[in-house]
């Protein structure tokens, strides 16, 4: 231990800038205390009741600054470099101008009167507060978070509806305004077919494969999963096909739907019925392939695919759509690839409607389907739960996301879930999602691979072949470009399908025996 | 806007959540509004709760109105300095076997140790104990009444302690005639407020009771026109005090003023010269005065039915109290806090007494932390920039009302000081109110060891706000 007493004469430092200096500098590396102030008399008595004795500073004035350190032997040099860079402060003033931010709604419309739509993604305990005051405000509202209790819900919409404003949400992930895409979505040409979708990822899927077929999106329209529920009675899904039907430029309207509540369904169909529009219809799991109305379409497994539907009445000729229709010889080439044990599919998905229509294909064929979002509780299974014969997951439902981020930002689960599965050696196929665009992981494909690698050659061991299907679910438009997440894709030896349900149907004939 | 007119304006979205979001938008060309947000009322749901009742557009509008009448009360006050007497003959409810001290009600067992140490070297001054020893056994013995100086139309510093003979300044609000008191400032370091109690602080205390008060208060009974407080903190912060951690310009004014006065008593030079001395040996002689001018002012906004506004912010070392216009003299307290801040040479945060004084009086009325802008030279007590401290008086204006007119910042163009805390506002942005404070040693007997910034214990907010919307009428 050594201690350095210095006077630096006539050098003045006002006593609070010396406090806060003090607190720096006993702070260094190696520095067991550091004393810095002027020499006053009260100063001269700190210093003495702390044992500094020192001609030097009996001597000094007032106007000197005494500085005394402390520090270990070998420390001792660069302490005193460190304190004299603390006493010789420069004005690092921040350069950077801070962007402007408001801590409450009403200070952000004060000073942003034009603000039209407030998108809201906080804790969903406190959603419905925020919500109410933009609706108040006279601001429409996309609420992300989840979380929002149905009471709350039903009031916003209620009062969105007579203020005119729609509420998308809660728990809408997906939405396109004025060709701007909200939370998560896709880059997509701007046309005249208007979404309003009760599913995020459903919805997203409908825009993408609009575009890729040549169509453009006017709006999309989210209104949340629960928005078609007897409880809320569909409110922002009537409102935003009114919207749709009184918008120029939407010249087709789609609606897309989770199963809904059956009364809630003939509300909303009614409603479609008396658009001037042609309006197609899915709602997912529904048996209804009449809507009673001339300008509704149903839209079935056994119809045209939705965006088809909605391409062609936009006006594009049906004979330049690439349909990429179900490769029969491929279901052939994989199916003699698998061992006879190899009988079930194991779906891991991001997004939650992507996992219900690739289900739906599924258990249209098989009824040993479990999911965590199977209706029927004896096929229902949990996040912690093995997956067992035909498993689809959506692993961005809350059970798997409770303190966790989304699976489309951060895949770490599905990456131990892709080699987990692998080791079932009765499991023929793994299937999974990639979704692309605003709000997305921004490589979701390269962030996989290694784990699809990994799983492939752990079935290699047991002598099996096992075969990973893909959807990537993104345009041309998106960053990154599909092509190149597709190119990653086939690089690894993973097969592509071309739309959610291309995938259920693919993944249920691989694993399809001789008797099927 | 409706759904249909925004399809046909430009998208101007407001991102309260997640910033990726913000990012994509931006991707897009799309400018969002940002925000700072976090969880209103410190996300407790029965604050979230009240608050919602009170956003009821009628309350509100109730409230609104009520507050604008107490901040008019605050703003309209006209404090004025009338002269100095001794507390019990003074203080309103003193008497001989009185202590005030700072902050809400507590007991001598439960108090701070500085606290303790004041309260001791007090009785000790007053007579009452021969020694600190046989002061702690009076103090726990019931025989000394306990009260807080805010219950006395009082604020008292640090430990705030006041007894019998101390002087204290008289001062008036001649616009709604209430008056306050507050005592004399013992400059810094090593005195009783801080906890200090040895020999040298009751021989400054004898001094100040036997020469400063009686020069002071004699100096006053020659100034028939009493001193216009507002005015002269109002040119305090033009010349860069804050009035609370810094008072040098306030000081020199307030010195000045007495001077003529002082000169012209019938004390001897030497006596006189004493108080030049000892007014010259700190920087803080002016500091009780402001304290006890916001005080004044703020006891004008006492009682206004429904008013949400805050009127007292006080602490005693172990809880950090609050009162509210609308809810008369309840407190709502929650635990005092650390004061963070560079301390003296040789003292670490380990040494440091939790907050304590009722001098939060000052940011209770808009100036210390508030006008922390007009202060800039003392910005290093918070290791902060020149921004930082124009960004906390800014920031202010979030939780408050409205703004002084008459005390204004030079370097912000002259806006008034923010003032009017509003318990909703506290609650719904999660901006806390701002003070300026020093630091006493934890330990009894020692004093003052730095000074720092420190911010009120989210709890005596939620409890006000809560019992706001059991007040306030439907």
């Known amino acids: ?516 | 806007m409706s759904v249909n007119d925004l399809f046909s304006a430009n998208l101007k979205p407001v991102n309260l959540g997640l910033d990726m979001f913000a990012d994509d938008l931006k991707k897009q060309g799309v400018e969002p509004v940002l925000m700072d947000w976090t969880p209103p009322g410190g996300g407790d749901p029965d604050v979230i709760a009240a608050l919602s009742r009170l956003e009821d557009p009628a309350v509100a509008e109730r409230i609104d109105a009520a507050n604008q009448v107490a901040l008019d009360r605050i703003l309209s006050s006209q404090p004025f300095l009338e002269g100095f007497g001794q507390a019990i003959d003074t203080v309103p409810g003193m008497t001989a076997k009185t202590i005030l001290h700072a902050g809400p009600p507590i007991e001598f067992t439960r108090m701070s140790g500085p606290m303790k140490g004041a309260v001791t070297g007090a009785l000790v001054f007053e007579g009452l104990a021969k020694n600190i020893d046989e002061a702690f056994e009076l103090a726990a013995s019931g025989e000394i009444t306990f009260s807080p100086c805010h219950e006395h139309q009082s604020v008292g510093s640090m430990a705030g302690v006041t007894s019998a003979s101390m002087w204290v300044h008289k001062v008036t609000n001649r616009t709604h005639g209430n008056t306050a008191f507050t005592n004399l400032s013992e400059q810094l370091s090593k005195i009783l407020r801080f906890g200090a109690n040895d020999q040298s602080v009751i021989d400054r205390l004898n001094w100040m009771r036997d020469v400063f008060g009686p020069i002071l208060s004699a100096a006053m009974s020659l100034n028939e026109d009493g001193l216009d407080l507002r005015l002269m903190l109002s040119q305090a912060l033009h010349m860069g005090d804050e009035a609370h951690n810094r008072n040098v310009a306030g000081t020199t004014l307030l010195i000045q003023a007495l001077a003529p006065y002082i000169l012209e008593t019938d004390f001897t030079t030497k006596e006189k010269r004493e108080v030049f001395d000892f007014v010259a040996s700190s920087d803080y002689f002016s500091g009780p005065t402001w304290m006890v001018a916001a005080k004044a002012s703020m006891d004008a906004a006492n009682g206004v039915e429904n008013s949400t506004i805050v009127t007292t912010m006080a602490r005693n070392g172990v809880d950090f109290g609050i009162r509210v216009a609308g809810t008369g003299g309840q407190w709502f307290t929650g635990p005092a806090q650390e004061v963070i801040g560079p301390m003296f040479a040789g003292y670490t945060r380990e040494d440091s007494g939790l907050d304590m004084g009722d001098s939060a009086i000052t940011e209770t009325f808009g100036i210390g932390g508030f006008a922390m802008a007009a202060a800039p030279a003392i910005v290093a007590l918070v290791g902060g920039t020149v921004d930082e401290a124009m960004g906390y008086s800014r920031t202010m204006n979030a939780i408050t009302t409205g703004n002084n007119p008459n005390i204004t910042i030079p370097a912000l163009d002259f806006m008034g000081v923010p003032s009017g805390i509003d318990v909703r506002k506290v609650m719904e942005t999660g901006i806390l109110p701002v003070i300026n404070t020093a630091i006493a040693h934890k330990e009894p007997g020692i004093g003052m060891i730095g000074a720092g910034i420190m911010h009120p214990p989210v709890e005596a907010f939620q409890k006000a706000l809560r019992a706001l919307a059991d007040t306030v009428k439907p």
């Open chain 1, 1 to 516: 231990m050594t201690r350095h007493i210095e006077i630096r004469k006539n050098t003045y430092l006002d006593s609070v800038s010396l406090m806060s200096m003090s607190t720096k500098a006993n702070a260094v590396e190696g520095v067991t205390q550091a004393l810095l102030g002027m020499a006053t008399p009260m100063n001269k008595e700190v210093l003495a009741n702390v044992g500094v004795d020192d001609p030097s500073v009996d001597e000094a004035r007032p106007s000197d600054l005494m500085i005394v350190i402390d520090a270990a032997d070998d420390a001792l040099e660069a302490a005193i470099a460190a304190v004299d860079g603390i006493l010789a402060r420069k004005d690092k003033k921040a350069a950077d101008a801070r962007e402007v931010r408001y801590r409450t709604l009403d200070g952000a419309f004060q000073e942003a009167p034009d603000a039209n739509l407030v998108i809201i993604s906080v804790n969903g305990a406190f959603a419905a507060r925020e919500a109410r005051k933009a609706l108040n405000a006279g601001k429409n509202v996309m609420i992300f978070s989840d979380n929002v209790s149905v009471e709350d819900e039903l009031a916003l919409k209620n009062l969105a509806h007579e203020k005119g404003l729609i509420v998308m949400g809660p728990d809408c992930g997906t939405a396109i305004i004025n060709g701007t895409g909200l939370a998560f979505a896709n880059a997509v040409r701007r046309g005249s077919i208007g979404i309003v979708g009760a599913s995020g990822t459903g919805s997203q899927e409908v825009s993408v494969r609009i575009h890729d077929f040549g169509g453009g999106v006017s709006q999309l329209i989210g209104t949340g999963g629960r928005d078609l529920s007897t409880e809320i009675g569909g409110i922002s899904m009537i409102d935003g096909i009114r919207a749709l039907d009184a918008d120029p430029e939407t010249s087709v309207i789609v609606i897309i739907s989770k199963p809904p509540a059956e009364d809630v369904a003939t509300k909303v169909l009614e409603v479609a019925g008396q658009a001037s529009k042609p309006v197609f219809v899915t709602f997912l799991g529904s048996d209804r392939t009449e809507s009673g109305f001339d300008n509704v379409t149903m839209v079935t497994a056994g119809t045209k695919p939705l965006a088809i539907a909605a391409v062609v009445a936009s006006g594009i000729d049906e004979s330049t759509l690439d349909k990429h229709p179900l490769n029969i010889p491929l279901i052939e080439e994989v199916r003699a690839k698998l061992a006879p044990e190899q009988k079930y599919v194991r779906g891991l998905f991001c997004g939650g409607t992507l996992c219900d229509e690739s289900m739906f294909a599924a258990l249209a064929k098989y009824d040993n389907v479990y999911s965590n979002i199977q209706k029927d509780p004896a096929y229902r299974i949990g996040a912690m739960d093995e997956s067992r014969e035909h498993t689809f997951l959506d692993m961005g439902d809350d059970d798997f996301t409770n303190g966790r981020p989304h699976p489309m930002i951060d895949p770490s689960l599905r990456l131990q879930r892709i080699v987990e599965e692998a080791k079932d050696p009765s499991v023929g196929v793994i299937a999974m999602d990639f979704v692309l665009g605003f709000g997305a992981h921004d490589d979701p494909v390269g962030v996989t691979i290694p784990a699809i690698t990994e799983a492939k050659s752990i079935a290699a061991e047991r002598g099996h072949h096992l075969e990973i299907l893909g959807y990537v679910l993104g345009t041309d438009l998106d960053t990154p470009a599909i092509g190149e997440q597709i190119a990653q894709l086939e690089a690894a030896g993973v097969t592509i399908a071309s739309s959610s349900t291309n995938l259920g149907l693919l993944a249920r004939e691989f694993v399809a025996k001789g008797d099927n």
